[in-house]
């Protein structure tokens, strides 16, 4: 089993910044796939980026944010900068066990096992 807790989310105006972060515990290694997925009202919940073998990112947040992680605390983070309204959702951390994956693989929520509760993102304009 492995438990992952979410903080960081907030309320934040257009243009500003914020920094998600996932803490896992139980059976991770370095070689768990991890990724960051969100979700809007309405909408389904769409892949934003993913760490392991490979670093892939959506397009519509590909340089303006940053996925990392800190495997000696068991940390994964989501760097957030430019925020836009339309980027207004629960953020969700997930693992997975493929450490290797194509970008499709990699998107696909169903490819990961082990899902955090979500921290709310929220951006006004």
């Known amino acids: 089993q492995v438990q992952l807790v979410e903080s960081g989310g907030g309320l934040v105006q257009a243009g500003g910044s914020l920094r998600l972060s996932c803490a896992a515990s139980?059976?991770?290694?370095?070689?768990?796939?991890m990724g960051w997925f969100r979700q809007a009202p309405g909408q389904e919940r769409e892949f934003v980026a993913r760490?392991?073998?490979?670093?892939f990112y959506a397009d519509s947040v590909k340089g303006r944010f940053t996925i990392s992680g800190d495997n000696a605390h068991n940390t994964l983070y989501l760097q957030m900068n430019s925020l836009k309204p339309e980027d207004t959702a629960i953020y969700y951390c997930?693992?997975?066990?493929?450490?290797?994956?194509?970008?499709?693989?990699?998107?696909?929520?169903?490819?990961?096992?082990?899902w955090g509760q979500g921290t709310q993102v929220t951006v006004s304009s």
């Open positions: 760490i392991g073998s490979r670093t």
């Open positions: 997930a693992a997975s066990p493929y450490y290797y994956c194509s970008a499709y693989v990699c998107s696909v929520p169903q490819n990961y096992d082990y």
């Open positions: 139980g059976r991770t290694s370095r070689d768990t796939g």
